[in-house]
């Protein structure tokens, strides 16, 4: 595993890493870690997000397609109108 240290860590940033970590009852490294484990996605995590997307959209062309698309408010205000 790698190691990383940092430095010139503003103050008031370091007191709210410090205040968050301590409320849940963390160190600030585990608290750290955890931060980029959220914030900071992998190589494995991006390749995934990106077929979900693919995925998603193939979803909703076929859904497109495949259904008549509702009418717009102004065709619908017409029609109503005109009963």
Known sequence: ???LHE???PDDLYEA???R???RRRSIAAEVLALLEVNIPTAEELKS???FLRKLI???EKRT???RAFPSS???LREDRER
């Open 49 to 51: 997000r990106h077929a």
């Open 17 to 19: 890493l410090r205040a």
């Open 21 to 23: 970590a301590r409320s």
């Open 7 to 9: 430095e010139n860590i």
């Open 1 to 3: 595993m790698a190691i």
């Open 74 to 76: 102004e065709e619908m």
């Open 58 to 60: 193939r979803t909703r």
């Open 65 to 67: 397609t495949t259904r």
